[in-house]
């Protein structure tokens, strides 16, 4: 059986590792001086930790943007998991177990040794959602609430919240000055800065209800929002 993934080594230490046709998701894998970082384990269509101890020998700790079922799926191989505890009864309820995780909050540190990431919690697209910031390096591990037009970003369903997610859209833009590029878990593989407002006038576009939605799956649950600088799975109208 071929595998599911593809990997793109960035620099050294610094891998993505992208899943499925088309890049259905991606998980970036980071080398430190002791142990190695990975953000999001995937749908679960293959064995990443195989995958992942091609890259490095180091022990590994999983960290996740958020805990939605295509960021999750290899999770049974790690045993040191962290996620947002506003993600834990999510995650709960899709896997059935919280086994092996462990809380991860706004303002903290992750030192590598060789790079030091700090938490993000930017909520709306999930309760608990974060992303990993990289002053040093300018870079910003940007998860699925950025994604420009040639994405979609998922806003249907219980744990999602409009409102929450604009106003982490403006943090972010208050930070921008401290990277010069994200990487996001699905569409391109990096954005720059200036798709973050796009998208939160998008989102405000959205949120006033001039745009028609196209209506999606069998059961049409949710709608398709094209707003311009991005598009929205939306069920709200
Ligand atoms: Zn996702």
Known sequence: ????????TVSEGFHVIEEGVNVGVRMYLFEGAERAMLVDTGFGSGDLLALCRTLT?????????????DHVGCNGSFDEIYL?????????AYKGSSRGLRPLYEGDIIDLGTRRFEVLYLPGHTPGNVA???????????????QPASG?????????????YICSL???IGLSDSFAVLYPSHSELTLTPDVIP??????RLLLSGRVEGIDMGAEKKYRLFKCGGANFYYDKY
């Open 198 to 203: 796009q998208v939160l006038e998008a989102a």
């Open 57 to 69: 020998q180091k022990p590994i700790f999983v960290v996740h943007t958020h805990g939605d079922g």
């Open 170 to 172: 403006e943090k972010l």
């Open 84 to 92: 947002h505890p506003a993600d834990f009864a999510m995650y709960t």
């Open 132 to 146: 990993f910031l990289d002053r040093e390096n300018r870079l910003l591990i940007s998860g699925d609430p950025v």
């Open 1 to 8: 059986m071929s595998s599911p993934y593809n990997v793109i």
């Open 152 to 164: 979609v970003i998922y806003m249907f369903g219980q744990w999602r919240n409009m409102d929450a």
